[in-house]
């Protein structure tokens, strides 16, 4: 059939099996619109206030659902405006397509009316980028952008497409999108050595990333861990991939993590890592990190072995497939002696926690924790309340955590909520937040609330932008620069003025009650808690430091 | 070849921007690239490139990994000096006299250039050859003046039989 440039965008995104996308109209996709217009039984299109909240919003689909997040946006500032999402999706390997518009084809590289480049503005933060020329072209180009989203390690691609280019007309036909294949490229010679490598060890220690959480590879872990006795320790991308109620859990490492998990990793002879890239915030002191152990690092993209720590063995290819052969080759396997110096490391962890003050965080979410389900997503913005819920929130289920963790953008949290509510079916969905992230992005609640959508927002508000202050505390000698915010903003009139409900707690008796409300209520709800601005995340490993220069209080 | 560097010959999609993007990761990967050239090869679908570039063994590692993930990229090989016929391009204008001129042309022949551009004050000759045989030859010359000098990266071809690409 013959079919313009928008409807065989329309027509291949129905194909892609999408159903919602993210965006804000403009001059230079109006066509778009017009097609979606009429596509509206098919494609249901969520308008944000701002490109950059529809970004995370396709962000945040894409991390629940596991298909590519879609969304468009104009020329311009409306491409500009996306570039911190894609960013963001990017350093956390998170499929999405953006769609922009460009100026038509004789007024490219004039400075034309919201013109810009958006190709090379995004070519370092994309897997591809396209710019369609040829009408002719644009179906199969939104195909494998598709595809490259989805397959190896995800991540976003940006196609851009010029005005005249959405109206020229061209031939089009439907074809069904390619299969998806599990790629592992591991022989038997390299499993039996690593199957090997792991019956000699006497103290292992799993430590699990995102690449778990994609790859649906939780199960394979959890049957690692019973058959070799060894602790499970996590990025923070990795937190949900295995339920916290695992007897081996140990919860997040590095910087900010448990102190168990991130003591057992540094004690361990071997770490069996899958899905992880050995961030500078999870290892610290690189050559510390791997003082004492050996490291078999699983992960499908082949430039992350020996990229940021060198393994002893690299396996390249899908973590379930991979998990699941090696498993294969593994004997039973039991470290008493390593298990009761876990078992000693937690009780420490325990006892090192000292809280003071009226509502300390970790009480915030434990509250929290009563209200929801191992299904409710929960997103969080970025900061101390991130680090919080982090080591104390108690995920059970994968793709239930949204956090921007590579790129640590403040002003995730109301996107990815909104973004994580549509892809749970529009249930109850909770976004933790802080004072200085959520003004950051709070436009966004005029999305939440013309959607209706159940957002539970617990802002925790301690009048500072805290992790900044911590350091300033801790590495500055406390001079405060730029970090006590105490802003007169009103968050339950705010709440109220976008036409949603807020409470203001002081205590966890008030935040009972507020909570029984807000989990009864059908639209967005804003919890104002007030906590104190000296509260520091702890443990704190120093920036390059290691478990010798942890700071417990 | 100087110490620590190295030659990649990467065949990409011949397309805009490829050469944005490849020389856009180096920048991005805090890698180096001491010389590029890009042409289009015998079949117009792609360009070969052949980049020299500086790092220990984690770095070639590296950087061949990471241009490997880029969707234009169809393949890379890394090639040994050795086994590699290596070639950069010389084009030097150069200041003469009478007096001089005889020494000059000389000079060139030793060095199998050629002179291309003759005129009263000045001379302009090309030399083919490795890096170190060109640093030599300006070396030389550069006591009679260099009023230009135009230099091409190098271009290079593994020896004996065609390279594999199957993977087209």
Not at chain 1, 525 to 533: M, T
Not at chain 2, 61 to 77: A, C, G, N, R, S
Request: hydrophobic residues 40%; charged residues 25%; glycine residues 8%.
């Amino acid at each position: 059939m013959k079919a313009t440039g928008t409807k065989v965008i329309i027509e291949t995104l129905i194909e892609q099996g999408c159903d919602t996308v993210f965006g804000y109209p403009g001059g230079a996709v109006l066509n778009i619109y017009d097609e979606l217009y009429r596509n509206s039984n098919k494609i249901h299109h969520v308008i944000s206030a701002h490109e950059q909240g529809a970004a995370h919003a396709a962000d945040a689909y894409a991390r629940v659902t596991g298909k590519a997040g879609v969304v468009i946006a104009t020329s311009g500032p409306g491409a500009t405006n996306l570039v911190t999402g894609i960013a963001n999706a990017y350093l956390d390997s998170s499929p999405i397509v953006a769609i922009t518009g460009n100026v038509a084809l004789p007024l490219l590289g004039k400075d034309s009316f919201q013109e810009v480049d958006i190709t090379g503005i995004t070519m370092p933060i994309t897997k591809h980028n396209y710019i369609v020329k040829d009408v002719n072209e644009l179906a199969d180009v939104i195909r494998e952008a598709f595809k490259i989203a989805q397959s190896g390690r995800p991540g976003p691609v940006l196609i851009d497409v010029p005005k005249d280019v959405q109206t020229a007309v061209c031939d089009f036909e439907n074809k069904k999108p390619e299969k998806m294949e599990r790629i592992c490229s591991v022989t038997e010679k390299q499993l039996e050595q690593v199957a090997k490598l792991i019956s000699e060890s006497e103290r292992p220690y799993i430590y699990c990333g995102g690449g778990v959480v994609i790859s649906q590879a939780g199960e394979e872990i959890e049957k690692l861990a019973a058959k070799i006795d060894s602790p499970i320790g996590f990025s923070m991308m990795g937190l949900s991939a295995v339920s916290a109620d695992n007897p081996y859990w140990l919860g997040m490492t590095g910087m900010h993590g448990r102190y168990a998990s991130t003591k057992a990793n540094s004690e361990a002879d071997l770490i069996i890592a899958a899905g992880v890239r050995f961030s500078d915030r999870a290892t610290g002191n690189k050559s510390r990190y791997t003082q004492y152990a050996k490291v078999v690092h699983i992960d499908i993209d082949p430039a992350e072995i020996d990229k940021n720590i060198s393994a002893y063995f690299g396996l390249i290819g899908d973590v379930k497939t991979v998990l699941t052969k090696l498993l294969a080759k593994l004997e039973k396997k039991t470290h008493t002696q390593w298990m009761d110096k876990i078992q000693q490391m937690r009780i420490q962890e325990g006892i090192q926690f000292v809280k003071d003050g009226v509502m300390h965080p970790k009480d915030i979410i434990e509250k929290v924790m009563e209200y929801t389900d191992e299904n409710t997503i929960v997103a969080t913005d970025v900061g101390q309340h991130q680090m919080w819920v982090a080591q104390y929130y108690r995920f059970k289920k994968p793709r239930t955590y949204l956090t921007s963790g590579g790129l640590g953008t403040m002003g995730f949290g109301m996107g990815a909520a909104i973004g994580g509510c549509f892809a749970s079916g529009c249930k109850k969905t909770v976004l933790f937040t802080g004072d200085g992230s959520f003004g950051m992005n709070l436009n966004e609640m005029a999305t939440a609330v013309s959607n209706n959508l159940p957002l539970v927002i617990l802002i925790f508000n301690n009048g500072v932008l805290g992790m900044v202050r911590q350091w300033q505390n801790t590495f500055y000698d406390q001079r405060y620069s730029q970090t006590t915010l105490n802003r007169k903003t009103d968050f339950v009139k705010l709440a109220e003025a976008f036409g949603a409900t807020g409470f203001r707690v002081m205590d966890i008796k008030m935040l009972k009650e507020a909570l029984d409300t807000a989990f009864k209520t059908q639209g967005p709800v804003v919890i104002d808690c007030s906590i104190s601005q000296d509260e520091k995340v702890l443990p704190m490993i120093p920036p390059g430091g290691s478990i010798d220069n942890i700071i417990t209080r | 070849m100087k110490k620590g560097q190295f030659i990649l010959s990467v065949l990409v999609a011949n397309h805009a921007g490829v050469l944005t993007r490849i020389s856009g990761l180096f920048s991005r990967r805090n890698f180096n690239i001491d010389s590029l050239n890009v042409a289009v090869t015998e079949d117009p679908l792609f360009s070969r490139m052949t980049i020299i570039a500086r790092g220990d063994e984690a770095v070639q590692e590296q950087i061949t990994k990471q241009l490997d993930k880029l969707h234009d990229v169809k393949k890379i090989e890394l090639l040994t000096p050795e086994k590699t016929v290596l070639r950069e391009h010389l084009l030097l204008k150069i200041k003469v006299t009478k007096k001089t001129r005889g020494e000059i042309v000389e000079s060139v022949n030793i060095f199998r250039g050629r002179v291309v551009d003759f005129n009263l004050d000045s001379l302009t000759v090309e030399v083919t050859g490795e890096s170190d045989k060109l640093d030599a030859f300006i070396k030389f010359v550069s006591q009679f003046g260099i009023l230009e000098m135009c230099r091409a990266g190098a271009l290079a071809v593994k020896r004996g039989a065609m390279a594999d690409d199957s993977d087209k």
